[in-house]
């Protein structure tokens, strides 16, 4: 277990994969480049309070942190942290 932000990749699963749910918690993304992403997890598996996103490219390291907030049932949303 680690102190610092779980870390996640900007890439999409394709639709041909055929991503099932089957009892597993769902994570939103609000916000930033992963606006609409979700984020499967199995239920005993304690989600991060904080996932930190770092976009590379050509230019300077982009860095978003999203913060977890659980919502009714079995998951939550993780919303882009303000500046």
Known sequence: MTDGPEEVT???????SGTELDGRDVYW?????LD???HTRE???PP???VRHTHLHDGPK???LY???EV?????????RGA
């Open 10 to 16: 900007s890439r999409e699963a394709p639709p041909e």
């Open 29 to 33: 993304f609000v916000g930033g480049p």
């Open 36 to 38: 609409g992403r979700v």
């Open 43 to 45: 239920p005993d598996d």
């Open 48 to 50: 991060p309070p904080v």
């Open 62 to 64: 982009i860095v978003h």
């Open 67 to 69: 913060d977890l907030h």
């Open 72 to 80: 009714a049932g079995h998951g939550g949303e993780y919303r882009l």
